[in-house]
C-alpha cells in the first residue's frame, strides 16, 4: 500500500477515535468490557485529546517524499501500533478487559503489518 494511502487510513482513523473518545467515551467501557466509572471517562477523553493531533500530523505528512523523514515517522508508527496491540492483549490475558478488545488489536495489527511492509519496502 502506498504511504500516502497508509497515513490517510491512519489519520481517519484517529481522528474517528479522539471524536468518539472525547464524546462518548462510554462506548469503549461498553466495547472493551470495563466497569464504567468517572476516572476511565477521564482518561478516554484525555486519550482523545491525544488522538487529535495524532490524525493531523498523519494527514500532514501523507506527501512527504520517499527519504528519511519518511521512514523515520513510518517507524515511529510501527512502534504505536505494535505497542497498541500488545497492551491489547496483555490487558486481555491479565482478565482486565473483555474480548471487544480484539477489534481494536485486530485494527492496530494490520496497521502495523502495513507500516512494516512499507518500511521492509525501503529497506
Known amino acids: ?43 478516554a477523553r484525555r486519550s482523545g485529546v491525544l488522538f487529535a493531533p495524532l490524525a493531523l500530523i ?17 517507524n515511529a508508527v510501527f512502534v504505536m501500533m505494535s505497542g497498541l496491540v500488545l497492551l491489547g492483549i496483555g490487558e486481555w490475558l491479565a482478565g482486565r478487559v473483555g474480548p471487544g478488545i480484539f477489534l481494536a488489536v485486530a485494527v492496530a495489527a494490520v496497521l502495523a503489518v502495513l507500516y512494516a511492509l512499507t518500511l521492509r519496502r525501503r529497506g
Open 1 to 43: 500500500m502506498p504511504f500516502r494511502r497508509l497515513a490517510e487510513i491512519s489519520a481517519t482513523l484517529c481522528g474517528a477515535l479522539s471524536i468518539a473518545l472525547i464524546l462518548v467515551p462510554g462506548l469503549f467501557e461498553h466495547l472493551f468490557g470495563l466497569d464504567p466509572s468517572v476516572a476511565g471517562e477521564v482518561m
Open 58 to 74: 498523519l494527514w500532514t505528512v501523507r506527501d512527504l517524499p520517499e527519504g528519511e523523514l519518511r521512514h523515520n515517522f513510518a
